[in-house]
């Protein structure tokens, strides 16, 4: 018996011993660097990113030199007795990407205890922060940022990122990777506070040590556990140790009465972790429905890796869902379907339990060339957004005769659905306001190079002025003005909600004709379009509608066809300051979408503004950005007059001269180069006679 105890703790011992790798696949051969990971991610919302890390780390795309953990020893007396103790981590912070293009990525500590759980780690505790650094042979200087607004958002933890891989590479060939760096980040940590004062859902962080080894931050809870900054850093410990030659976990030890004093300078700490509370499985945000040919279609379904199957639910109105088929997530097609035919669709998603149900969206299976992408981006939860007003869109497109596939917004960002393989997209933005985003910054990116590229848009929605233009940044009304070609006036007519429900074509206008144009109050199977915006057009946006019954301010449509900043192929656009789906009866609906797509697939008709001079200075923000190793920045002057366009570093110095002539009035775009340029952060600088601006841009390498 003695025996058989000696050989199965020889056993546990082994079986630590060859468990000092991360529990993760191996790295796929198609997996994202660590800048094209910073694309993807750069303007995403906090839980999109962190569901995304989670996403890319538990498929294994992590640097191979992280998967290797280092290990720590320590000696210690605690009361007359002498402990012997070895641990592992990680020999840097968590990254996502390769060895030669990695992505030190900041996160919650409800993403870290999250990775944590699933690869049997923990976090450091502050005693243990100061033997990692006591134990580093790569002991890089902090190099923090100016405080700033942007220190929490991903351009900010990039350009950090950048500034410790070239610590990183100074040093790189005396001490390659896989040795145990610090210096570069404060650790988030496991402690006491997490659950004391201030009150309990706290992010806890500490270190980023001098090369003295005095700690820039102490111990600070002041933040809740859904900051993170550039500076924050996620280094995986293992949990299991080996203490005196015997197996134990640092979990337990934090726990113990006698032994925490090993790894934690502050006390027994209880709950070695912080909190999470139980998710359930999340319907899919980022899908789309595309035809696969006469009797068939698929899904396209950004990865989450807590589910295994999608519960499909299919219609042919829309309202009903009286067939379903469950569905692995690697074969997302269905067969067996009738050509021509408007499917619709809606999802749950199946993994430990199943998710509630998805928006609804829909296609037509056949083999025709789709002309037309519905984009669903009304999410706000709205009184009588039943999140299915696609029927509305599907059926008016269907019965001009085009066929279609339609898409979340959030599939847009995800790069699941590319705009410009179709001729014409029609964006759904209902009541979507403020809170939620009409256009998030990485909408208005995809959306401004598909109308660069020659592409033609429909939206429609009550509050996309008065999100972008009243109440938005200073790119959010760049976008607004010079892409959708329109300014906002008042958030309904004569400031009055809940008053004015019809609107009606311009007199001479191509909607010259179009009458009573009746959109919801709220009785008419939609929702209450209380607050129609009023708008103008502007950069040679033309006025097309206007609402019925007021005298003046009184636009509620615009059409545009020309040039966008940045292009040399024509573009078209037809806006709505309310929602079209709101539009009845059906037969209304037809016709306005039939004029509506009939505009869009031949715009010759639309007086064509876009040799007018334009009417202000604007520097546009550079596209695409971030960049490698080309972009184009494109600027407007109302006079002529001599120009300058240069690139400047960090440090002020001129780098590139792109431009230094005469320039009449006009609209301009040149493409700059970055090959022979390093990573980073540069400024692009228009100066005029009249005019000076500059904007930031990123070169990722």
């Not at 959306?447 to 509050?463: D, I, P, T």
């Not at 009023?534 to 059409?559: C, D, E, P």
Request: charged fraction near 15%; hydrophobic fraction near 35%.
């Amino acid at each position: 018996m003695k025996i058989l105890s000696i050989l199965f703790l020889l056993l546990n011992i082994f079986s630590l011993l060859n468990a000092q790798t991360l529990d993760l696949p191996p790295r796929p051969a198609d997996a994202l660097t660590g800048s094209e990971f910073a694309q993807l991610v750069w303007d995403f919302s906090l839980t999109d990113r962190e569901n995304e890390i989670y996403a890319q780390i538990m498929s294994g795309n992590i640097p191979d030199f992280q998967r290797n953990l280092v290990p720590i020893n320590f000696n210690q007396t605690l009361g007359s007795v002498n402990y012997q103790v070895i641990y592992y981590v990680l020999p840097d912070y968590v990254a996502v990407g390769s060895d030669t293009n990695y992505f030190l990525i900041p996160m919650t500590p409800i993403l870290a205890q999250k990775l944590c759980n699933n690869l049997q780690c923990t976090l450091p505790t502050r005693k243990m922060v100061d033997q990692i650094w006591g134990s580093a042979t790569v002991k890089l200087a902090p190099a923090p940022i100016s405080p700033s607004p942007a220190m929490t958002t991903v351009p900010v933890f990039w350009e950090h990122n950048q500034i410790v891989w070239q610590q990183r590479q100074a040093v790189i060939q005396s001490h390659p990777l896989g040795e145990l760096v610090s210096g570069n980040k404060k650790d988030v940590v496991i402690s006491n506070l997490i659950y004391g004062n201030p009150p309990p859902n706290r992010v806890v962080i500490y270190g980023w040590h001098y090369q003295n080894g005095t700690p820039i931050q102490p111990l600070y809870s002041g933040h809740s556990e859904t900051y993170v900054d550039y500076s924050h850093g996620i280094r995986l410990v293992q949990d299991s140790i080996t203490i005196n030659g015997q197996p134990a976990s640092i979990k337990s030890i934090l726990q113990n009465d006698s032994l925490y004093a090993l790894f934690s300078d502050e006390g027994r700490i209880p709950q070695p972790y912080y909190p999470l509370t139980t998710s359930s499985i999340n319907p899919p945000k980022a899908w789309c429905v595309l035809s696969n040919g006469e009797n068939s279609l698929k899904l396209k379904i950004h990865n989450d890796p807590e589910v295994t199957h999608y519960l499909v639910h299919l219609s042919t109105n829309g309202t009903n869902f009286p067939n379903s088929i469950l569905l692995d997530k690697q074969n997302l097609v269905i067969t067996g379907l009738h050509s021509d035919s408007v499917y619709y669709i809606r999802l749950q998603a199946v993994g430990i339990d199943t998710s509630s149900f998805s928006e609804v969206l829909a296609t037509v299976p056949n083999n025709a060339e789709k002309q037309v992408l519905i984009v669903n981006g009304f999410d706000r939860p709205y009184a009588g957004n039943t999140r299915d007003f696609i029927r509305m869109h599907a059926s008016a497109v269907k019965n001009y005769g085009y066929d279609f596939e339609s898409s979340s917004n959030e599939a847009v960002t995800y790069g699941l659905i590319n705009l410009n393989e179709y001729d014409i997209v029609s964006w759904i933005l209902g009541t979507e306001s403020t809170v939620d985003e009409t256009f998030s910054t990485g909408e208005q990116n995809y959306v401004s190079s598909y109308l660069q590229n020659g592409g033609a848009l429909f939206v429609s929605g009550s509050e996309i002025a008065w999100d972008l233009d009243n109440r938005g940044s200073a790119s959010d009304k760049n976008f607004f003005w010079n892409y959708l070609k329109t300014e906002y006036i008042a958030d309904a007519p004569n400031n009055q909600s809940n008053t004015y429900y019809t609107a009606e074509g311009i007199a001479g206008s191509v909607f010259n004709g179009i009458t009573n144009i009746s959109f919801d109050n709220g009785a008419h199977g939609t929702y209450n379009v209380s607050w129609p915006d009023v708008i103008n057009g502007k950069n040679g946006g033309i006025n097309v509608l206007k609402y019925s019954g007021v005298s003046s301010q009184n636009t509620a449509g615009v059409v545009y066809k020309g040039l966008f900043p940045g292009s040399t192929t024509s573009g078209g656009l037809v806006y709505f300051g309310f929602p079209f789906e709101a539009i009845y009866p059906e037969s209304k609906r037809f016709d306005v979408m039939n004029k509506v797509l009939g505009l869009l697939s031949d715009l010759t008709d639309i007086s064509d503004n876009t040799n007018h001079p334009p009417q202000e200075y604007i520097l546009y923000q550079n596209y695409p950005n971030p960049f490698n190793p080309s972009t184009t920045i494109s600027w407007q002057s109302p006079l002529g007059s001599h120009q300058t366009l240069k690139v400047y570093d960090l440090l002020g110095r001129e780098v590139a001269t792109l431009v230094d002539e005469y320039k009449n009035a006009g609209k301009y775009d040149v493409v700059f180069d970055a090959s022979e340029l390093s990573s980073g952060v540069y400024y692009y600088r228009l100066q005029t006679e009249n005019y000076t601006a500059a904007n930031k841009m990123i070169i990722t390498k």
